[in-house]
């Protein structure tokens, strides 16, 4: 795959995180990797108005931003750190979504309620509250992304990762779809989780191996 291709595949999830309201205006950054760089939302912009050639590339190892007169998303660096901590992440995905934030107001601990969860995302962890844009924030999503793909941030959102675009986005809706399910069932009574060995069970399953290996291959 060369850099179009990811320019590209880039803009695509971008239009869908503000059409799927997991972002309003300006919010939210979403990057890829590709031989030893990344490619970052510039900053300033809706994450659907960007162009393909708008894509900040930044080198992760020197952090050097190849200069279009763009710059990268003020978090370049919870990107950066994550991609430098674990090589095996393709792509990460920061929105603000709104059952996502909500739930975080109120509780840290999602519980891995219905198959869709369990097999795509499995357990998320929480991050609380730091100053956005700031190193702190880079590390304590840094010191979580060996263990989770998903990650709710205490009154700020969310980020996900993924093999690739693909991945980590549909992570981000399924994160988000959680978040609503588990907050509509608390408003009546304790909601009912998933036991950790019938999370186990959806994740040997053949049909939802078949389906993961299916979001991991690229378009
Ligand atoms: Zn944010």
């Given at each position: 795959m060369g850099s179009q291709t990811i320019r590209e595949e880039l803009c695509k999830y971008a239009r869908k995180t503000v059409s799927n309201k997991l972002v309003v205006g300006p919010g939210g950054n979403i990057s890829a990797r590709l031989d030893g760089k990344m490619y970052l939302s510039p900053s300033g912009f809706a994450l659907d108005e960007i162009e393909p050639e708008q894509w900040v590339e930044v080198d992760i190892e020197s952090g050097s931003v190849q200069d279009k007169g763009l710059r990268p998303s003020s978090e370049v660096l919870m990107h950066l750190y994550a991609y430098r901590v674990n090589p095996a992440i393709g792509a990460i995905v920061h929105t603000h979504p709104p059952y996502c934030i909500a739930f975080t107001l109120v509780e840290r601990t999602l519980p891995v309620m219905f198959p869709d969860q369990a097999a795509l995302v499995g357990k998320t962890t929480y991050v609380p509250?730091?100053?956005?844009?700031?190193?702190?924030?880079?590390?304590?999503?840094?010191?979580?992304?060996?263990?989770?793909?998903?990650?709710?941030?205490?009154?700020?959102?969310?980020?996900?990762?993924?093999?690739?675009?693909?991945?980590?986005?549909?992570?981000?809706?399924?994160?988000?779809e959680s978040a609503k399910i588990y907050l509509i069932a608390r408003a009546i009574r304790e909601p009912k989780a998933l036991t950790d060995e019938e999370h186990r069970e959806i994740a040997s399953l053949e049909s939802e191996a078949y389906r993961i290996q299916l979001l991991q291959k690229m378009k």
């Open positions: 509250y730091v100053l956005p844009t700031t190193d702190k924030l880079a590390d304590a999503v840094a010191a979580e992304v060996n263990d989770y793909s998903t990650i709710l941030l205490g009154n700020h959102g969310l980020v996900t990762t993924g093999r690739n675009l693909r991945e980590a986005y549909y992570r981000t809706e399924v994160v988000e």
